[in-house]
């Protein structure tokens, strides 16, 4: 990383860890080592520490502490929802048919295909609108008695959009289908209320909300059909088998705790900064579009294409000025294909190559967000010449 790098901007990438979240992590790395599995003293300090953890991420999400399943972040709790409760809805009741939004993040995307090829379920994309939002009358209209499990996310990682989760919620518990949201996104930035939302299936990840990456939750509504995928020791009621991360999981609960209770105030810092960077790019730059909605969606996303430019190039030309940005997902990073959430909002591959996300957090400043739009707009030229070129 070059010395000039200064303002971060890409955290729905990942954010910094929290210094007060490392600091309740340290002792759990140190002196209180033991195996929360363990009869001894040692292991009954682990399993204190983790069941403090785990009823002060329940009484954030609004659940019970038994319904929340430790996992290896964002990703695994995914792959456990849509694997775990379609081949249990299939075991109990012959379910074969998935419900999933076509602008979910790979980690559900590529699951529900998985699902489809090598478990022989049907696949069927939900329709979502211009700005990535799906209509619940979608989903009423093509819930069947046969519907194995429904997939929407919360908040869009690529597009910022934020989904009428409740009222799908809703329609799918009336209906007695099982309805998964990835809140990965959306947990750094709305309270998350699992009751309200009406979801059976909720999956949120640390190092998106200042905690440490490599660690996640599975929310499972009690009663909810789930096959565990990976087997061994009875640990999280047989749900998911392996040691506990003890360092990882108290560090995850302080950090909800602390976005918690810091979100209104970040979100009304952040929202003038977002407003700012949304109309400063749309009136220096021509032919670029706002992607995701204007207005439902998270405080601190601003997410664009540019006509006829190369997303990674201009990637590339920010990180020589000194901002670190996205073009979409992290995990697209230094792929042509245009990205399947862009393509799916009807932007043709021409606007959907040039995407830019830029993603603010509780380190960002008026002044980075006037210094990125005093260079964006010739980045942008550059980057169109090279196009052409
Ligand atoms: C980051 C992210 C994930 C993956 O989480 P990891 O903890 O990095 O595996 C899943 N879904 C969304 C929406 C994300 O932003």
């Not at 509504?221 to 087997?231: A, E, M, V």
């Not at 749309?282 to 909605?293: E, F, K």
């Not at 190369?310 to 979409?328: E, I, K, Q, T, V």
Request: some cysteine.
């Amino acid at each position: 990383m070059s010395a000039r790098q200064w303002a971060y901007l890409d955290h729905a990438a990942t954010t910094p860890l929290d210094p007060r979240v490392l600091q309740a992590m340290l002792p759990y790395f140190n002196e209180d080592y033991g195996n929360p599995a363990s009869v001894h003293g040692y292991g009954q300090r682990a399993e204190a520490a983790v069941e403090a953890a785990r009823a002060n991420l329940a009484a954030h999400l609004h659940c019970a502490s038994h319904e929340l399943v430790f996992t290896s972040g964002g990703t695994e709790s995914n792959n456990l929802a849509l694997r775990g409760a379609a081949l249990a809805a299939r075991q109990q009741r012959g379910a074969r048919h998935l419900l999933v939004s076509p602008v979910e993040h790979d980690a559900v995307a590529k699951t529900a295909r998985a699902l489809a090829e090598q478990f022989d379920f049907e696949l069927e994309w939900l329709p979502v609108d211009g700005f990535g939002r799906v209509d619940p009358a979608d989903v009423a209209r093509r819930l069947r008695p046969e519907t194995a499990l429904v997939s929407v996310i919360l908040g869009n990682n690529e597009i910022g959009s934020l989904n009428p989760l409740a009222e799908i919620g809703a329609i799918c518990r009336e209906r007695g289908v099982p309805l998964h949201s990835d809140a990965v996104q959306a947990a750094a930035h709305l309270p998350i209320d699992v009751s309200g939302l009406q979801v059976d299936l909720l999956s949120i990840s640390a190092h998106k909300f200042y905690g440490p990456k490599g660690t996640g939750v599975l929310y499972v509504r009690q009663g909810t059909p789930l096959l565990p995928q990976q087997i061994g020791g009875s640990h999280e009621e047989g749900r998911r088998a392996g040691t506990l991360n003890v360092p990882l999981i108290v560090g995850m609960a302080k950090a909800l705790e602390l976005t918690k209770n810091e979100m209104e105030e970040q979100g009304q810092r952040l929202r003038p900064l977002q407003d700012e960077l949304i109309q400063g790019v749309l009136n220096a730059i021509p032919d670029a579009q706002l992607t995701g909605h204007p207005r439902e969606r998270m405080a601190n996303h601003a997410s664009f294409v540019f006509e006829g430019v190369d997303g990674n190039a201009l990637l590339m030309l920010l990180d020589d000025a000194g901002f670190a940005c996205s073009s979409g997902s992290a995990c697209k990073t230094a792929n042509p294909e245009p990205s399947q959430v862009l393509l799916a909002l009807g932007l043709t591959p021409q606007w959907a190559l040039g995407s830019l996300r830029v993603t603010l957090g509780r380190e960002s400043t008026p002044e980075q967000v006037q210094a990125l739009l005093s260079v964006l707009p010739a980045l942008v030229a550059r980057a169109r010449q090279l196009e052409l070129a």
